[in-house]
């Protein structure tokens, strides 16, 4: 069974601070994809990550994958408030028809 | 372009009775997916549809059905509802039976009294 673990659950830093959340998953993917969540809202897509070793960035998120060591990352540079919100990690088992197993959501708040 | 629409919004039920939501893919998008999101989770896996077959189940009960329209609408059907099916349900499309990419829509939200 696919398992999907991020940490930390809960972070709060400061506006202008870095920082990274880790998604650890225990069997061969080919797709990992972060997802960010506002309160309320649905889910809004930010990086597919299709191989060992991709990188992505937009804005002042950038996100790694590492296939051999099963880990993905999201790096958070110079945090702003706008950047408040629930981030998933989910990843699809295998290159197949198999649905996407999220992990439990790492709930940022960037404080002034 | 719209996005994935979701029916209704908000939605306030009674154990043991039904509910139905409906969602609309993107224009052009074949494949549709169903998740439900309980508070402070992350979502689960339930259905997924294309071209009108069912080509995968979650770990859900027999309560929950669901089923995809020539147009690509989806319905999810959660009969005998208990107070645990309340949740956030999710409508995700894709153009093609690999998960690609998914667009979410809005999502229902369904609190079971």
């Known amino acids: 069974e696919l398992k999907v673990e991020q940490n930390p659950l809960f972070l709060s830093m400061q506006e202008g601070k870095n920082y990274t959340i880790y998604c650890n998953y225990s069997t061969t993917s080919d797709r990992l994809y972060w997802y960010r969540q506002d309160p309320g809202k649905s889910l809004e897509s930010l990086f597919v990550?299709?191989?060992?070793?991709a990188v992505k960035q937009e804005g002042r998120l950038m996100a790694s994958l590492d296939t051999k060591a099963r880990l993905s990352t999201l790096h958070i540079t110079a945090a702003v408030h706008d950047l408040s919100a629930t981030y998933f990690c989910a990843v699809v088992r295998d290159s197949g028809n198999t649905p996407l197993v999220f992990g439990k959501g790492t709930r940022l708040s960037v404080i002034a | 372009d719209a996005g994935v629409t979701q029916s209704p919004t908000h939605l306030i039920k009674t154990r043991g009775q039904q509910v139905t939501l409906r969602c609309s893919p993107i224009?052009?998008?074949?494949?549709v997916s169903w998740y439900q999101q309980v508070l402070g989770q992350g979502p689960q896996f339930i259905f997924q549809?294309?071209?009108?077959?069912?080509?995968g189940r979650g770990n859900f009960p027999d309560r929950f059905s669901a089923r995809q329209f020539p147009n690509y609408s989806s319905e999810l059907n959660v009969n005998a509802l208990l107070l645990g099916d309340s949740a956030l349900y999710l409508c995700?499309?894709?153009?093609?039976?690999?998960?690609?990419?998914?667009?979410f829509g809005s999502g229902t939200q369904l609190s079971v009294l």
């Open positions: 224009s052009g998008h074949k494949s």
């Open positions: 549809y294309y071209e009108k077959e069912e080509r």
């Open positions: 995700a499309s894709s153009q093609l039976v690999l998960n690609e990419k998914l667009f």
């Open positions: 990550l299709l191989s060992n070793g």
